[in-house]
């Protein structure tokens, strides 16, 4: 055999000969696309919970640039990400409210939806022109559903990589974005060491868990997660910006920790998530509130996990589409804090599809810069996830609040 991993690979033939007895009916008609395939990630509905996500986001002028009245401003935007369902949790776009608020008590309720954007991201977008700022506050809330999730691993493993290509909207989820820089010549050359520079030769599944212990056996965890001065404070294209007055995620990047096999919880999400990519695996970042740690932080209870798109059997030649497939979800931080050492890749991992605390996290972005404009052209007040945009590169002082509240689910909108 001349397989790129000889032991591990042979450990994964087994499990997939094992499973190969019990795979369902939807695997029987080869080359044809099943109409109702058996799905190997469940949410389990008993443990629903749901959320209502507000961000408060205010900027100001505080250096009183051109009078106390603050200055001219011919448009100002701010935009918000909105996610489709992820893994862990279902989307409710008709629930989300927002406005642009002003000092003197003016407000734009108006927005707008812009869809097709990397990862399958839409954005909603609130509006003013041709006023005065010296004060102007985004209020907005998100609500959504999240749930423990489950694996069925016999099914996931069986699943082969499809004889057909993946759809622009899902070739997004292979392409770099900032923070995730998958071509970067070091995740290159790690994936090609650790697959032999042949990762199709396990199917995608398998692959996924396997990518997954080798990050995990490869870096250490680091808790420094948090800058006093800017979210990316490490780098320098952002970092001569502006002044950003709060506590916000320190952020390095995928090409970082693999350089520097040290990691914080975000730059270990944003790794897998690079690693993946490079390996040919559509995968996306989720960035979310943790709603335990927000009860007991002052900072930003943020968390990220990654979620890599596993196909349902399907129909060569015709490109791969969301709704050919699933996102499950791998939370690595929560994984390697339960186990510091990767798990055998023939047992159940207990944060790789199987979470038993997903209904605890509220998803809010598959971006640390909500689509929008190149990272080079950023004032301050447009990074993280709410985006300020068409903004003068005036000296603003910024202000960022989450909290989140629990909602009563009655059922009206499922």
Same mark, same amino acid.
């Given at each position: $055999?001349?397989?790129?991993?000889?032991?591990?690979?042979?450990?994964?033939?087994?499990?997939?000969?094992?499973? =190969?007895? !019990?795979?369902?009916? =939807?695997?029987?008609?080869?080359?044809?696309r099943?109409?109702?395939?058996v799905?190997?990630?469940?949410?389990?509905?008993?443990?629903?919970?749901?959320?209502?996500?507000?961000?408060?986001?205010?900027?100001?002028?505080?250096?009183?640039?051109?009078?106390?009245?603050?200055?001219?401003?011919? *448009?100002?935007?701010?935009?918000?990400?909105?996610?489709?369902?992820?893994?862990?949790?279902?989307?409710?776009?008709?629930?989300?409210?927002?406005?642009?608020?002003? /000092?003197?008590?003016?407000?734009?309720?108006?927005?707008e939806?812009?869809?097709?954007?990397?990862?399958?991201?839409?954005?909603?977008?609130?509006?003013?022109?041709?006023f005065?700022? #010296?004060?102007?506050?985004?209020?907005?809330?998100?609500s959504?559903?999240?749930?423990? !999730?489950?694996?069925?691993?016999?099914?996931?493993?069986?699943?082969?990589?499809?004889?057909?290509?993946? #759809?622009?909207?899902?070739?997004?989820?292979?392409?770099?974005?900032?923070?995730?820089?998958?071509? *970067?010549?070091?995740?290159?050359?790690?994936?090609? $060491?650790?697959?032999?520079?042949?990762?199709?030769?396990?199917?995608?599944?398998?692959? =996924?868990k396997?990518?997954?212990?080798?990050?995990?056996?490869?870096?250490?965890?680091?808790?420094?997660?948090?800058?006093?001065?800017?979210?990316?404070?490490?780098?320098?294209?952002?970092? /001569?910006?502006?002044?950003?007055? $709060?506590?916000?995620?320190?952020?390095?990047?995928a090409?970082?920790?693999?350089?520097?096999?040290?990691?914080?919880?975000?730059?270990?999400?944003? %790794?897998?998530?690079?690693?993946?990519?490079?390996?040919?695996?559509?995968?996306?970042? +989720?960035?979310?509130?943790?709603?335990?740690?927000?009860?007991?932080?002052?900072?930003?209870?943020?968390?990220?996990?990654? *979620?890599f798109?596993?196909?349902?059997?399907?129909?060569?030649?015709?490109? +791969?589409?969301?709704?050919?497939?699933?996102?499950?979800?791998?939370?690595i931080?929560?994984?390697? %804090?339960?186990?510091?050492?990767?798990?055998?890749?023939?047992?159940?991992?207990?944060?790789?599809?199987?979470? *038993?605390?997903?209904?605890?996290?509220?998803?809010?972005?598959?971006?640390?810069?909500?689509?929008?404009?190149?990272?080079?052209?950023?004032a301050?007040t447009?990074?993280?996830? +709410?985006?300020?945009?068409?903004?003068?590169?005036?000296?603003?002082? =910024?202000?960022?609040?989450?909290?989140?509240?629990?909602?009563?689910?009655?059922?009206?909108?499922?």
């Open positions: $055999m001349n397989g790129w991993d000889r032991p591990w690979l042979a450990r994964a033939m087994v499990l997939i000969l094992v499973t =190969a007895t !019990t795979t369902s009916g =939807a695997f029987a008609q080869k080359n044809k099943v109409l109702k395939p799905p190997a990630l469940t949410r389990v509905e008993s443990s629903r919970n749901d959320w209502t996500v507000s961000l408060e986001y205010t900027i100001t002028d505080s250096l009183n640039h051109f009078s106390v009245d603050g200055f001219p401003v011919r *448009e100002l935007r701010a935009n918000v990400p909105l996610l489709p369902d992820t893994g862990i949790s279902t989307a409710r776009p008709q629930r989300l409210t927002g406005a642009i608020v002003l /000092k003197n008590g003016r407000r734009f309720d108006d927005r939806i812009i869809n097709n954007l990397p990862c399958l991201t839409s954005v909603a977008s609130w509006r003013v022109r041709d005065v700022l #010296s004060e102007a506050r985004l209020d907005a809330q998100i959504v559903s999240s749930y423990e !999730t489950r694996i069925n691993e016999e099914l996931a493993v069986a699943r082969q990589w499809p004889n057909a290509p993946w #759809s622009a909207q899902l070739a997004t989820c292979l392409e770099p974005q900032p923070f995730i820089e998958s071509n *970067e010549t070091g995740i290159k050359r790690l994936v090609q $060491m650790w697959t032999r520079g042949k990762p199709k030769k396990a199917k995608p599944y398998v692959l =996924a396997y990518l997954a212990s080798k990050v995990i056996a490869s870096v250490r965890l680091s808790e420094s997660r948090y800058s006093l001065t800017h979210p990316f404070a490490l780098d320098e294209r952002l970092k /001569k910006r502006g002044n950003i007055s $709060m506590v916000l995620p320190l952020v390095h990047g090409a970082w920790a693999a350089k520097n096999k040290t990691t914080n919880r975000y730059d270990l999400a944003c %790794l897998l998530t690079a690693v993946y990519r490079a390996a040919g695996i559509p995968a996306r970042l +989720v960035i979310g509130v943790d709603v335990v740690e927000a009860t007991t932080t002052d900072t930003l209870p943020l968390h990220a996990w990654v *979620e798109f596993l196909p349902y059997p399907h129909k060569p030649d015709v490109p +791969v589409t969301n709704d050919d497939g699933e996102w499950i979800p791998v939370d931080y929560r994984q390697v %804090l339960f186990s510091s050492q990767p798990p055998d890749i023939n047992q159940r991992w207990q944060f790789f599809g199987h979470n *038993e605390e997903s209904d605890d996290l509220a998803p809010l972005s598959f971006h640390w810069l909500t689509p929008g404009g190149p990272v080079e052209s950023a301050p447009e990074t993280w996830i +709410v985006r300020w945009s068409s903004i003068p590169q005036w000296k603003l002082a =910024a202000n960022f609040r989450i909290s989140v509240t629990s909602t009563a689910n009655d059922g009206s909108d499922r």
